[in-house]
C-alpha cells in the first residue's frame, strides 16, 4: 500500500506554499566572492561557484529573471606580493590568473552570466562614479540637516579635549 503524500502547509487563503509566486521588482543577483588572483584557484573557489550556480539555476526554474556573475579581484598587497614573488607586474600575474579562475566555472558546470574583472575600465568607471554619488547624496543631506537645525538656538555643550 502506497504512503499518502505529505500535507502541505497553505497560507492564509488555503493555497500551498510551494505554489505561492512573490512578483519580483528587481532581477535576482546572485554570485560567489569576487576572488582574489594572489594564487591558484583550490576546492574553496569550487565549492562556492557551484553554491551560487545551484541558487541561480533554482530561481531560474521559478522563473525569476537572473543574473549571475562571477569574477576576479585583482587589487591588493597580496596581489601585488604574489606577483613580485613571480617577477611580474601584478596586472602581468591577474592577466595569467584570470585564466585559471574562467576555467572552474568552466569545469563546475556554471552558466554564470558575465565574468567580471575589478582591473576592466568599465568596472573602474563604474565604481569611481558610485563614490561619487554617494558622496554628493551625504554632501545634499548634510545640508539639508544643518540647514533645517540652523534657523533653532542650538543648545551648546562645553567642548571636550582628550
Same mark, same amino acid.
Given at each position: 500500500? /502506497?504512503? @499518502?503524500?505529505?500535507?502541505?502547509?497553505?497560507?492564509?487563503?488555503?493555497?500551498?506554499?510551494?505554489?505561492?509566486?512573490?512578483? $519580483?521588482?528587481?532581477?535576482?543577483?546572485?554570485?560567489? @566572492? !569576487?576572488?582574489?588572483?594572489?594564487?591558484?584557484? *583550490?576546492?574553496? *573557489?569550487?565549492? #562556492?561557484?557551484?553554491?551560487?550556480?545551484?541558487? /541561480?539555476? =533554482?530561481? $531560474?526554474? !521559478?522563473?525569476?529573471?537572473?543574473?549571475? !556573475? #562571477?569574477?576576479?579581484?585583482?587589487?591588493?598587497?597580496?596581489?601585488?606580493?604574489?606577483?613580485?614573488? $613571480?617577477? !611580474?607586474?601584478?596586472? +602581468?600575474?591577474?592577466? +595569467?590568473?584570470?585564466?585559471?579562475?574562467?576555467?572552474?566555472? $568552466?569545469?563546475?558546470?556554471?552558466?554564470?552570466?558575465?565574468?567580471?574583472?575589478?582591473?576592466?575600465?568599465? *568596472?573602474?568607471?563604474?565604481?569611481?562614479? =558610485?563614490?561619487?554619488?554617494?558622496?554628493?547624496?551625504? #554632501?545634499?543631506?548634510?545640508?539639508?540637516?544643518?540647514?533645517?537645525?540652523? @534657523?533653532?538656538?542650538? @543648545?551648546?555643550?562645553?567642548?571636550? #579635549?582628550?
Amino acid at each position: 500500500m /502506497a504512503t @499518502p503524500p505529505p500535507q502541505q502547509r497553505a497560507d492564509q487563503s488555503g493555497v500551498p506554499r510551494s505554489s505561492v509566486r512573490i512578483p $519580483r521588482q528587481w532581477p535576482v543577483s546572485t554570485s560567489p @566572492p !569576487l576572488y582574489y588572483v594572489n594564487d591558484v584557484p *583550490h576546492i574553496g *573557489h569550487a565549492y #562556492t561557484t557551484t553554491a551560487a550556480d545551484v541558487a /541561480a539555476r =533554482f530561481h $531560474r526554474q !521559478l522563473g525569476d529573471d537572473v543574473f549571475f !556573475l #562571477t569574477g576576479t579581484d585583482e587589487h591588493g598587497t597580496k596581489v601585488e606580493q604574489a606577483a613580485a614573488a $613571480r617577477g !611580474l607586474t601584478p596586472k +602581468e600575474h591577474a592577466d +595569467e590568473m584570470v585564466v585559471k579562475f574562467k576555467d572552474v566555472a $568552466r569545469r563546475v558546470g556554471a552558466g554564470n552570466d558575465f565574468f567580471i574583472r575589478t582591473t576592466d575600465p568599465q *568596472h573602474e568607471k563604474y565604481v569611481q562614479d =558610485f563614490v561619487q554619488r554617494c558622496y554628493d547624496a551625504a #554632501t545634499s543631506i548634510r545640508a539639508r540637516i544643518q540647514a533645517s537645525i540652523a @534657523p533653532r538656538v542650538r @543648545p551648546t555643550a562645553p567642548r571636550r #579635549t582628550w
